[in-house]
């Protein structure tokens, strides 16, 4: 490989770094952005040079092809329909990288054949696995997990095939070449569909993560398989950041990866009841027990007695004193009129609804009248990894604004108001106490703590986790404002004194 390819690639995959540097930083983050598009850019460029196919026709073809298909995608795809983009962009990744461990199985050397097929089989699973999770987003294949019988079993199958394939075809070759290919291509396909049916709709933003990572790791072990530098530094990097994010997504929610990919709940063990020794010692406890309970329900008929003699009293003094009346419970709108510290908590329905535009509204309005407006981001709220925040920005709301969920869960006590637009999971204090359930264990947001809670949902239902929202049922302090939120949020700002 010549010198100056590896220090023209060198230099290359040190711009895209950059990019995404400057990409965690709003200010920065468009810039950040046309820097990497630049560097792949030139990546092409010098991979035309390189490889000596400036002349082949063919292939500015696809490339316009190929660019007049991303610009229609960036024009027509509208935001709340981003994250299945992103699924199928990933997909797309993984097919390329594919196809070109396809097309290079051929090559001479174990390595060779060793990469090639290992970019066929991680590419299908990205490609398969992707186009399944676009799917589930854009609502085409069912949003719950899907089990079939057998289904661990036959994904662990898959899984070894898949891999015996790969390793098998080191050693081969000539027909037992072609049946290795065949083999990975079928087993890696049929695995990456029986993994990411089992995922549910909750555990999509760590799912897409995912299949980020695997695109970039099977671009960078196509690279190997061609030996092409930049494409392998390009990969590892988009490989590396993607299996970064992954984690990250993973302790937002205490989850372990492998239980997101095997469709097991994340639900801490309960504790183990011990188990009596012998039968004379489980004789005794139960004869304990037995004296437990009736204790209990000699003293329950006393405090029966007493609340009855209490219900009486009470009947005796009714005709002598006036009831004093009920206090009017305020508005919602009333409420937020009067608050002066504010918390916005976002979520799916938001995205669902295109009612970014109004919460910006509402901000405004709030703001207008002296109050503090801070809006409190989930790690996993939406369907893909900084959904709120892209939604958010596409109203231009100020990015100092939003706040992660430690630095604001700490703020909700203390706020006069929050303002739930079409989040659940997130916020369900189920999360804490309710064992057993998807979403056991997972930290959320501390909205029950607020004494003022406007909920601007749809409807009560359960969010994708599939548990009831205690918050919803508390008497003190919560307006349920149901219905679409856009139409919810310009009534709230019309009724704001």
Same mark, same amino acid.
């Given at each position: 490989?010549?010198?100056?390819?590896?220090?023209?690639?060198?230099?290359?995959?040190?711009?895209? $770094?950059?990019?995404?540097?400057?990409?965690?930083?709003?200010?920065?983050?468009?810039?950040?952005?046309?820097?990497?598009?630049?560097?792949?850019?030139?990546?092409?460029?010098?991979?035309?040079?390189?490889?000596?196919?400036?002349?082949?026709?063919?292939?500015?073809?696809?490339?316009?092809?190929?660019?007049?298909?991303?610009?229609? $995608?960036?024009?027509?795809?509208?935001?709340?329909?981003?994250?299945?983009?992103?699924?199928?962009?990933?997909?797309?990744?993984?097919?390329?990288?594919?196809?070109?461990?396809?097309?290079?199985?051929?090559?001479?050397?174990?390595?060779?054949?060793?990469?090639?097929?290992?970019?066929?089989?991680?590419?299908?699973?990205?490609?398969?696995?992707?186009?399944?999770?676009?799917?589930?987003?854009?609502?085409?294949?069912?949003?719950?997990?899907?089990?079939?019988?057998?289904?661990?079993?036959?994904?662990?199958?898959?899984?070894?095939?898949?891999?015996?394939?790969?390793?098998?075809?080191?050693?081969?070759?000539?027909?037992?070449?072609?049946?290795?290919?065949?083999?990975?291509?079928?087993?890696?396909?049929?695995?990456?569909?029986?993994?990411?049916?089992?995922?549910?709709?909750?555990?999509?933003?760590?799912?897409?993560?995912?299949?980020?990572?695997?695109?970039?790791?099977?671009?960078?072990?196509?690279? +190997?398989?061609?030996?092409?530098?930049?494409?392998?530094?390009?990969?590892?990097?988009?490989?590396?950041?993607?299996?970064?994010?992954?984690?990250?997504?993973?302790?937002?929610?205490?989850?372990?990866?492998?239980?997101?990919?095997?469709?097991?709940?994340?639900?801490?063990?309960?504790?183990?009841?011990?188990?009596?020794?012998?039968? /004379?010692?489980?004789?005794?406890?139960?004869?304990?027990?037995?004296?437990?309970?009736?204790?209990?329900?000699?003293?329950?008929?006393?405090? &029966?007695?007493?609340?009855?003699?209490?219900?009486?009293?009470?009947?005796?003094?009714?005709?002598?004193?006036?009831?004093?009346?009920?206090?009017?419970?305020?508005?919602? %709108? %009333?409420?937020?009129?009067?608050?002066? /510290?504010?918390?916005?908590?976002?979520?799916?329905?938001?995205?669902?609804?295109?009612?970014?535009?109004?919460?910006?509204? $509402?901000?405004?309005?709030?703001?207008?009248?002296?109050?503090?407006?801070?809006?409190?981001?989930?790690?996993?709220?939406?369907?893909?990894?900084?959904?709120?925040?892209?939604?958010?920005?596409?109203?231009?709301?100020?990015?100092?604004?939003?706040?992660? +969920?430690?630095?604001?869960?700490?703020?909700?006590?203390?706020?006069?108001?929050?303002?739930?637009?079409?989040?659940?999971?997130?916020?369900?204090?189920?999360?804490?106490?309710?064992?057993?359930?998807?979403?056991?264990?997972?930290?959320?947001?501390?909205?029950?703590?607020?004494?003022?809670?406007?909920?601007?949902?749809?409807?009560?239902?359960?969010?994708?986790?599939?548990?009831?929202?205690? $918050?919803?049922?508390?008497?003190?302090?919560?307006?349920? &404002?149901?219905?679409?939120?856009?139409?919810?949020?310009?009534?709230?700002?019309?009724?704001?004194?």
């Amino acid at each position: 490989m010549p010198a100056l390819q590896i220090v023209v690639s060198a230099i290359l995959a040190v711009m895209v $770094l950059a990019g995404i540097s400057m990409m965690s930083r709003v200010k920065t983050a468009v810039a950040g952005n046309l820097l990497s598009a630049l560097a792949m850019l030139c990546g092409i460029v010098a991979t035309l040079l390189f490889a000596g196919v400036v002349s082949v026709w063919t292939i500015y073809v696809a490339i316009l092809i190929g660019a007049l298909i991303g610009s229609l $995608l960036a024009v027509r795809v509208k935001m709340i329909q981003m994250p299945q983009t992103v699924a199928l962009f990933n997909g797309l990744g993984g097919g390329a990288s594919a196809l070109v461990g396809l097309m290079s199985v051929q090559g001479e050397g174990a390595f060779v054949r060793f990469t090639a097929l290992l970019a066929v089989a991680v590419g299908m699973v990205t490609l398969v696995g992707s186009l399944v999770a676009a799917g589930k987003l854009h609502r085409v294949l069912p949003q719950k997990p899907v089990v079939w019988r057998g289904h661990s079993l036959w994904t662990l199958v898959f899984l070894v095939l898949a891999c015996g394939c790969v390793v098998a075809g080191i050693f081969a070759g000539g027909a037992g070449l072609t049946v290795c290919l065949v083999g990975a291509f079928a087993a890696a396909s049929l695995f990456g569909l029986w993994f990411s049916l089992r995922v549910g709709g909750a555990d999509m933003p760590i799912t897409i993560s995912l299949l980020n990572s695997l695109s970039g790791v099977a671009g960078a072990i196509a690279g +190997m398989a061609i030996g092409d530098v930049f494409l392998v530094a390009v990969g590892g990097i988009v490989g590396a950041s993607g299996l970064l994010l992954t984690q990250i997504m993973c302790r937002a929610m205490n989850r372990r990866l492998m239980s997101i990919l095997t469709g097991g709940a994340a639900v801490k063990a309960a504790p183990a009841v011990e188990v009596p020794a012998n039968e /004379d010692s489980a004789i005794e406890e139960n004869e304990e027990l037995v004296k437990r309970i009736m204790d209990l329900e000699k003293k329950i008929k006393e405090l &029966e007695a007493m609340v009855a003699d209490l219900e009486a009293r009470v009947k005796a003094l009714d005709g002598q004193v006036n009831a004093a009346p009920a206090e009017e419970k305020p508005t919602a %709108a %009333a409420v937020l009129s009067k608050a002066k /510290d504010v918390i916005i908590v976002p979520g799916y329905g938001m995205a669902l609804a295109q009612a970014q535009h109004q919460v910006r509204q $509402l901000a405004d309005k709030l703001e207008s009248r002296g109050a503090r407006v801070r809006f409190a981001i989930h790690p996993v709220a939406g369907r893909m990894p900084g959904h709120m925040n892209v939604l958010l920005a596409e109203a231009d709301v100020d990015y100092e604004k939003l706040y992660e +969920m430690e630095a604001i869960n700490d703020d909700f006590k203390k706020a006069d108001a929050v303002v739930v637009i079409g989040a659940n999971d997130v916020l369900n204090p189920a999360a804490r106490d309710a064992v057993g359930t998807p979403i056991y264990g997972m930290p959320v947001l501390n909205v029950d703590e607020a004494p003022e809670v406007i909920v601007c949902n749809f409807d009560l239902k359960p969010g994708y986790a599939g548990v009831e929202n205690p $918050l919803y049922s508390r008497e003190k302090g919560v307006y349920l &404002e149901l219905g679409d939120a856009k139409e919810t949020l310009i009534r709230l700002i019309a009724g704001i004194a």
